[in-house]
């Protein structure tokens, strides 16, 4: 059981390339989430999912995608890269009983990612 | 939407002292507030959390507090050790995505 796993781990990209980060589960959690990770600050929500084939907005959603088309990934995309979206990028997961009904998230171990 | 703030920002103790993190939301029907451990490098990793129908609640030398009136919630570790030394985060949730907003950090640092 390895939980949430993230690939890559590390990433330099130059400006206006596009990547895709991964993110897989293993716990048959129903819902997903990206966070952005600044140095210094608290983690702050991209995207979110409650289940295959859902997206929703977080706080900081402009310049990412995203795409749950299997239940167990979810995938964060960066079109055309800015310097202002290097940063670690985490991935988590919970299995909640219901709307509202909030359980423990889980958290991968982050993808650092520097543009150039 | 919801806005969680953290204080302090830093805070320095020596080993055996207790350390208080204390935190404010302002939406009144988050009902879900865990707090995460991050040690440099790591990921943020659940120490303890406390729901809305509950006061208190301790786990060892770890305990949490909560005002919903006052819409503030506290973490206090007691019998601070080298190891408690991390960045700390708490955040609340009280919505049907279940989405935290979190505070913005304190870094313990435990002296030996």
């Known amino acids: 059981n390895a939980g949430v796993t993230q690939t890559p781990k590390f990433r330099v990209l130059k400006t206006g390339q596009s990547m895709t980060l991964l993110c897989a589960q293993d716990?048959?959690?129903?819902?997903m989430y990206w966070y952005r990770q600044d140095p210094g600050m608290g983690l702050r929500l991209i995207h979110y999912s409650v289940g295959e084939g859902t997206t929703a907005k977080g706080e900081v959603p402009d310049g990412y995608n995203v795409s749950r088309l299997k239940k167990q990934n979810f995938l964060l995309g960066l079109e055309s890269a800015a310097p202002s979206q290097t940063s670690v990028y985490f991935c988590?997961?919970?299995?909640?009983?219901?709307?509202?009904?909030?359980?423990?998230?889980?958290f991968g171990d982050g993808t650092r990612l520097s543009i150039l | 939407g919801e806005n969680v703030e953290q204080h302090p920002s830093t805070l320095s103790v020596q080993e055996g002292d207790s350390a208080v993190i204390k935190c404010t939301y302002s939406d009144s029907a988050s009902n879900y507030f865990p707090w995460y451990k991050q040690e440099l490098g790591k990921r943020p990793q659940l120490i303890i959390d406390i729901r809305s129908n509950v006061g208190e609640k301790k786990d060892q030398r770890i305990a949490v507090t909560l005002n919903k009136t006052a819409k503030h919630f506290s973490l206090h570790i007691t019998e601070t050790q080298p190891e408690d030394s991390a960045v700390y985060f708490c955040?609340?949730?009280?919505?049907?995505?279940?989405?935290?907003?979190f505070g913005g950090g304190t870094r313990l640092m435990v002296k030996p």
């Open positions: 716990m048959n959690h129903e819902y």
């Open positions: 955040a609340a949730s009280g919505n049907a995505g279940n989405m935290l907003t």
């Open positions: 988590a997961s919970s299995y909640p009983t219901g709307p509202f009904s909030n359980q423990p998230q889980h």
